[in-house]
């Protein structure tokens, strides 16, 4: 949650998405969401289900819709951000975590 909360305060609110590290399994009957990093805490299994881990959904998300949607992103709507679920195939930003003993080298540096 402390994570979450810090996102909100260092992302540019003239982005609209931003991928962030969650999936869901290729699968539009399971509802599973998972953090890329395996020893982050727990996605619930379906929103607002009770359970271990954090959510942030968007209300009515994820929603699926036309298209496949199995990557997760922070969006920004009205300077109010929550998770999303969006292709992976879209181009977007994209936030990376990365640990406080990274090189800090050029700001062109990747994930």
């Known amino acids: 949650m ?20 969650a999936t869901k399994l290729a699968d539009a009957t399971t509802p599973t969401w998972r953090w890329t990093d395996p020893s982050a805490n727990p996605i619930p299994p379906a929103p607002g289900a ?13 929603g699926g819709g036309p298209t496949a949607q199995f ?6 709507q009205g300077g109010v951000f929550h998770w999303d679920d969006l292709s992976c195939a879209r181009n977007e930003h994209y936030i990376c975590e990365k640990n406080a003993k990274w090189p800090k080298k050029k700001s062109t540096e990747k994930c």
């Not at 959510?55 to 009515?60: I, K, M, P, S, V």
């Open 2 to 21: 402390a994570e979450n909360d810090f996102l909100k305060t260092m992302t540019p609110t003239n982005r609209v998405h931003n991928y962030i590290g």
């Open 71 to 76: 990557c997760m992103s922070f969006r920004n």
């Open 50 to 62: 009770a359970g271990p881990g954090f959510e942030d959904w968007t209300a009515g998300q994820p």
